[in-house]
Each structure stands twice: as C-alpha cells, then as structure tokens.
C-alpha cells in the first residue's frame, strides 16, 4: 500500500464519493437512491485515501447484535468493501479491514460476519467461510394443502402488527447461533420509515394466531405476473408450534393456481422447513458468508453455550491484524457459561485465527483444521480438546446485508 494512503471515518460530505465507488464496483442506477447521502444510524463508515484526497477504498461496519444460544452478541458486521480498479492488489483492503477491527475492537464488538463476493482478500485478514444461505424454488403444487385449523385464526398483518412478529421472531432465532437479533440502532432506523409512512417493508405479511397472540407469520413479495414465471418470494418466515407451521404451507400451498415458484431461504431446523417438501427444492441462490472474531475474550464470555458442555483447553492463537487476540488461552466452559483467560501455560495447540472462527461456528473440528494447516501441533499430540470450542453446533446466519 502507498504510503500516503490515509484511513479515516467517512463523512457525510464524503457520502457521494462512496456511493460513486460502491457504484463502481457493484454496479447500480446512475442516480444515488436519496438514502445514500442521508447518515445511517448504527453504522461506522471508513474510507481510505490517497496523497491527493481522492477516496479509493470504503467498508462499512454495521453495528449489529447476534443470538448465540440465548444471549446477544456484539457484532461488527461488514458490508460496502470497495476498492477503486487502479489500487486494488495493493493493501488498501487490508488497511480498510484493520482500521475497522480496532474500531469495533473500541466499541464493544465480539465477533464479525462477512458475506463475501471473493474469498482471498478477507481470509488473508482472518475471516473464514462458515456457512452458506441458501435460497431455494420449490413448486408451489407440491405444497401439502392443509384444512384451515379450527382453533387458529388467518389474517392479514398491518405496520401495527410489527412489533408482534419482531417478538415471535426473537422467540424463535435466540437460542440458534449467528442470527441477527433485528435489534438496536440501525434496525430502529428502518423501522422508523415505515413507522412514519404506515406500510410493510413488503407486499404482503399473513398471521396465524391463537386466542389473539401470534403463532405464526409469513412476509412476502409477489412478482413476474400470474403465468409460469409467476413467484411468491418470502422475504421472512417463522412459526413456534407444528400447527401453525402447517397453516402457514397450507395458505403458501393456496398460491399455486398463480404463483407456480415458492422462493425462500431455508433455516435448517426451523418448524415450517420440517413441513416443506425440501427434497424438491432447485437451487436458487447461495450465499457464502464468512466469520471472525473481533475479540476472543469477548466472543466466548459474552455468548450463550450449551449446558451440558463441560472441559478445559488450553491453546495459543496467532492473529495478525488484531494484537489483543494473540497470545496463550485457557478456556473453561461449565453450565452454559465460558471463561477465557490467558495463561503462561506452554500448550503444544497452536490455532489460526481461521481455525479460532470455524471452530467458534461449529464449521470444523480440531483434526480437519490440522489437516488444513489452519491448527499446528507435534506429531503423536491429540488436537481433539479444541474441539470444546466447536462444541455447541453450527451456527447460520439468515438475512443478508
């Protein structure tokens, strides 16, 4: 990287240059969209320039919070990385990247997720693929229809029913790993615009309820007309019993007539995917995102873990762009709580900060991160005991940013 290259929190004077360069390399409309030039609460925004003061390189850290088995995480999720075509290859990413980290490092953030457009750049800076997302089309004939339950009530959802079905959600993302908790700053800032203006942020919501408390929602966008083209896209879905799952595939099996495509993103495990006929889904889009931690100590405290998972480990971690994770670690985990301490201890485990994320994600174990030379020890060592860390199951992530 040139040595003039300077980073600093952008401005909103600086809001047109970043959308120019956003535009540039993600391509878009000719015009900013009138939220470009507007400040964005619960967002920090950096920029790189060079020795004239032209902007060649912005990242965005969203100021999120994510369920780890019944507890919020701090996140600083990262969207907006764009380098302009003459500097890139020549650290200003990583420049970007680091300046961000000990930001969120400042602020409070424990962990952070990525959905990347190429893997390399953000694995040499630590971050690695954890999972994918997954849309999918399923033919809306092979829906199970379902006779309308007779203790539940359908109807229509209004901007009034939001705060409603942001607690059903909650209810049933908090005890899942990586979710977004939909809480905080930024998402108080999207909902005000549909607060002010009195609509849905889709076309359509359908509830399900029983005895007047809500069981069961779906949002959703209708497009591409009403012949073979014809889709229902779910934007949002989720149910807490196995009746009103059923009801919720029953009126989703009642588009068939002119809405041959059901789109959505699957959530494995969830209690409508258990009635949708997965067997026949045909890929649709995937998205690959990735992970790291901003602060290890943090990352295992603050998070929720299984309570029947007790041990000790000790380790050493290497992380080249955030000094404060580097060093020796002794982990405990015992009745849903963790604890990580350093240690003078000697270890002969020696982790990456990529193995720390795939392992802290459940996307490995300890003897497949040593097969990929993400985990090092000498010969005849055991590297099983890492796998504590790995040890509360895979987590997912489900809205995109």
């Known amino acids: 990287m040139h040595s003039a290259t300077h980073i600093r929190e952008l401005t909103d004077d600086d809001a047109t240059d970043a959308w120019r360069l956003g535009r540039t390399a993600f391509g878009s409309d000719p015009q900013p969209p009138p939220q470009t030039t507007t400040p964005t609460p619960g967002t920090t925004r950096y920029g790189a320039f060079d020795h004239t003061g032209r902007l060649i390189g912005k990242a965005i850290d969203l100021h999120h919070d994510q369920w ?154 209708r497009r591409h007309g009403y012949g073979a083209d014809g889709t229902l896209t779910i934007e949002d879905l989720a149910a807490t019993t196995g009746d009103a799952a059923r009801e919720l595939v029953g009126i989703l099996a009642s588009w068939r007539s002119v809405a041959p495509t059901l789109r959505l993103t699957l959530l494995p495990g969830d209690a409508v995917t258990a009635h949708l006929p997965v067997e026949k889904a045909r890929e649709h889009h995937q998205d690959t995102w990735m992970h790291r931690p901003v602060d290890v100590t943090h990352a295992v405290r603050d998070r929720g873990w299984p309570a029947h998972v007790h041990g000790t480990t000790t380790f050493t971690l290497d992380d080249p762009l955030a000094d404060w994770n580097t060093g020796t670690w002794h982990l405990e985990i015992t009745d849903g709580t963790a604890d990580l301490r350093r240690t003078t201890a000697d270890t002969d485990l020696h982790l990456t900060i990529r193995g720390f994320a795939l392992l802290y994600t459940g996307a490995a174990t300890a003897r497949t991160l040593a097969q990929a030379g993400l985990l090092h020890h000498p010969a005849g060592t055991d590297p099983a005991p890492l796998d504590l860390l790995a040890a509360a199951g895979p987590a997912q992530l489900g809205d995109y940013f």
């Open 68 to 221: 780890w088995d019944g507890r919020a995480i701090a996140a600083a999720d990262i969207a907006g990385v764009a380098v302009a075509p003459e500097t890139r290859g020549r650290g200003v990413a990583r420049a970007l990247l680091t300046t961000l980290l000990r930001g969120a490092h400042d602020r409070g953030a424990a962990i952070s997720a990525l959905f990347p457009t190429v893997a390399a750049p953000y694995r040499a800076c630590g971050w690695e693929i954890a999972g994918t997302r997954r849309t999918v089309d399923l033919p809306t004939a092979l829906l199970t229809p379902h006779r309308p339950s007779p203790h539940l009530t359908v109807r229509p959802g209004s901007p009034d029913d939001l705060p409603a079905v942001d607690d059903l959600y909650a209810h049933t993302a908090r005890h899942r790993r990586g979710l977004l908790t939909r809480r905080g700053t930024l998402f108080d800032h999207h909902r005000a615009r549909h607060t002010a203006d009195h609509t849905l942020p889709y076309d359509g919501l359908t509830l399900v309820e029983h005895r007047g408390h809500l069981v069961g929602y779906a949002a959703w966008n």
